[in-house]
């Protein structure tokens, strides 16, 4: 058949992507329309056209043939030849169509792909770990070497996170689907761990650390959102160094965690709380009318800090953003009047003095940082400093730390 006539074939079928090639009864591969609408020459064969596909002879029909059709099949990622015993052409199997013949096994488990599709729009939750630098380890240690990591990996995570676990080989990370949201201390227990046996078998290599995230499936009503999300945490996650997991929600978290430098970070947070209280006895010794200047000149002391604001008792904002000027990102301006009584920062400060955040993803930035507040009186009057400071300045404070030996 010639081309020409192939093209005449697909505008007749219109709904057809694919069609077999055979050769005397016997399949020789799969044509594509695609492929062959940008072609211009008229001396090619349909033959010449066809692409190598994999063939199934005989398909095993049992609930263990149709598992091993399906693990296959996301591989190779197009339709499967399937022929009888002698190799006569019986039909193709695309992915979509085993798994709607698959489900009337009861006991076959959804893959989780499949499980996460189904899962849009409930309260689950989406978890993926992965290796920074996961190529440079398998150069340094070989291919065996780095599968058994991520082996380590996905038990501790299956150890941790009750659900279904399972490696996606593309992306060479760890999925899993769990209704249990993710908690602070078990996923630092996790790097903690996967620490502990990475140092037991490879020394410490230095260039690796794991990265994590979490998503609430509640939140997305499409596979397209869900995939678009993942790759903008994943980005942000490898782009921050060390062991590190976002917790996405409708206020994103970071959890960080640093096994070599553990009480460096500790130092980091109380060196922000003596600075930030050196801020407010400022403020406190200052006019009224002036707080926002002495919040202004706060920065030549404490250039690491991107933003002051004061709210009242209330929890209203009485102060407008005041920004550090030597910020060389986009910092939105927060105004006087804005409601910030049900912010933890706020709501904390007043009930137990003073606040310290976890890390998470500002609004006012659109990235990570920490915010702390302080509660204190003026004049007989209750109010709330708080202070925003970037990830970024506190990864600077943490390598301009000198490291103490243990």
């Not at 201390?185 to 794991?210: G, M, N, S």
């Not at 942000?236 to 959890?255: C, D, E, M, T, W």
Request: glycine letters at 6%; aromatic letters at 12%; proline letters at 3%.
């Amino acid at each position: 058949m010639s081309v020409q006539e192939l093209k005449e074939i697909f505008s007749e079928l219109k709904i057809y992507e694919y069609l077999t090639v055979l050769k005397k009864g016997k399949p020789i591969g799969i044509v594509f329309r695609k492929d062959v609408e940008g072609i211009t020459r008229k001396d090619l064969l349909t033959g010449e056209l066809s692409r190598l596909a994999v063939k199934v002879k005989d398909l095993n029909l049992s609930k263990e043939g149709l598992i091993g059709i399906m693990e296959l099949l996301p591989i190779v990622k197009e339709p499967i030849i399937i022929t009888d015993k002698k190799g006569n052409y019986l039909g193709v199997l695309t992915y979509d169509v085993l798994l709607h013949y698959i489900t009337k096994y009861k006991e076959f488990v959804i893959p989780l792909i499949q499980h996460i599709r189904e899962s849009l729009g409930t309260d689950q939750y989406l978890y993926i770990f992965g290796i920074k630098n996961f190529k440079g380890f398998r150069d340094k240690f070989g291919y065996e070497k780095a599968k058994g990591l991520l082996k380590i990996l996905k038990e501790d995570i299956q150890e941790s996170i009750s659900g279904e676990v399972e490696e996606i080989e593309e992306k060479e990370e760890i999925w899993a689907v769990s209704k249990e949201p993710p908690e602070k201390e078990r996923i630092k227990h996790l790097f903690e761990e996967f620490f502990r046996e990475y140092t037991v078998l490879f020394a410490d290599y230095p260039h690796i650390a794991l990265y994590g995230m979490s998503i609430n499936l509640k939140l997305f009503e499409s596979l397209d959102k869900l995939n678009e999300k993942i790759k903008e945490l994943r980005e942000r996650a490898k782009n921050v160094s060390g062991y590190i997991f976002i917790v996405q929600g409708l206020q994103p978290k970071l959890i960080l965690y640093d096994p070599r430098r553990k009480k460096v970070l500790k130092n980091i947070k109380e060196k922000i709380m003596s600075d930030f209280e050196k801020v407010l006895n400022e403020v406190v010794n200052a006019p009224k009318e002036l707080w926002e200047f002495t919040l202004y000149d706060a920065f030549k002391k404490y250039p690491y800090f991107e933003l002051f604001y004061i709210m009242s008792s209330s929890g209203l904002q009485i102060s407008n953003n005041v920004i550090n000027p030597n910020a060389s990102y986009f910092i939105a301006q927060g105004k006087k009047g804005t409601d910030r009584s049900e912010k933890p920062y706020f709501k904390e400060a007043m009930e137990k003095g003073e606040y310290i955040s976890d890390i998470y993803l500002s609004k006012a930035t659109d990235d990570f940082c920490i915010t702390v507040s302080k509660k204190f009186q003026y004049e007989g009057k209750v109010y709330v400093l708080a202070g925003d400071i970037n990830f970024k300045e506190i990864h600077k404070l943490i390598k301009e730390t000198p490291r103490k030996r243990r």
